[in-house]
């Protein structure tokens, strides 16, 4: 049973444009949310990440916001660039942690 | 610093047959994890270690995997009479201190084709 869900395969965005790629969760005990970015042939890499406790953290040009009540968190990356192309995965944790199935993001030049 | 890495970087093999797989994590990190991915599919915990010893195998699909850390460092994914379904892309990852808010970094993987 998947806790973890992302339902948009991929997302296409215009460079310089906000992209905004959502997870929804099934489990109320996760207690720290995180983002992974990977690309082709690579592990994925740490993006940026969330406590329960807080609604919305912020590095640069990456945004993470949680809603609790929905059980729904988001990534925004704006302004969109052409390096941020990647499969993006959403993970949560309570012990163990659990990833989404990914949403490849396509940043158009 | 040199990151995780993982080898052998692709691993082709038959129906029957008994594979390692081998991840180096990064130097002074306690905590290594090994996760599968599927086709389509995120990772998927497999197995964590804290030093030497597995904290937590409840991941493992069946008896026919089993992973080792005898030094706390290299860890080996061992996978015994493979299957057709066990081809994945095996990914490990380590930390520095094993906590859940602690940030883990991944290897490139290992996939592995049972033919």
């Known amino acids: 049973d998947q806790q973890v869900k992302q339902n948009s395969p991929s997302l296409s965005v215009q460079e310089g444009r906000i992209s905004i790629l959502n997870c929804d969760y099934t489990?109320?005990?996760?207690?720290?949310f995180l983002w992974y970015k990977k690309y082709p042939a690579e592990g994925p890499t740490f993006l940026i990440s969330?406590?329960?406790?807080?609604d919305k953290n912020e590095d640069g040009r990456f945004t993470v916001f949680l809603n609790k009540s929905a059980k729904h968190l988001s990534l925004h990356i704006v302004p969109s660039q052409p390096g941020d192309s990647a499969v993006y995965f959403c993970?949560?944790?309570?012990?163990?942690?659990?990833f989404g199935t990914g949403t490849s993001l396509t940043v158009i030049p | 610093g040199a990151g995780v890495s993982q080898t052998p970087s692709n691993k082709v093999t038959e129906k029957g047959k008994y594979v390692e797989l081998r991840c180096d994590p990064i130097?002074?990190?306690?905590?290594l994890y090994w996760y599968r991915q599927s086709l389509g599919q995120g990772p998927e915990f497999l197995i964590y270690?804290?030093?030497?010893?597995?904290?937590?195998d409840s991941g493992l699909p069946n008896d026919r995997f089993f992973a080792v850390r005898p030094e706390g460092s290299v860890s080996t994914l061992k996978i015994q009479r493979t299957e057709r379904g066990d081809s994945a892309v095996y990914l490990c990852?380590?930390?520095?201190?094993?906590?859940?808010?602690?940030?883990?970094?991944f290897g490139p993987g290992t996939r592995l084709t049972v033919l």
């Open positions: 270690f804290q030093g030497t010893g597995a904290a937590d």
């Open positions: 993970a949560a944790s309570d012990s163990q942690f659990y």
């Open positions: 969330i406590s329960s406790i807080k």
């Open positions: 489990n109320s005990m996760f207690d720290y």
């Open positions: 990852a380590s930390s520095l201190t094993g906590g859940n808010t602690d940030t883990q970094y």
């Open positions: 130097s002074g990190h306690t905590a």
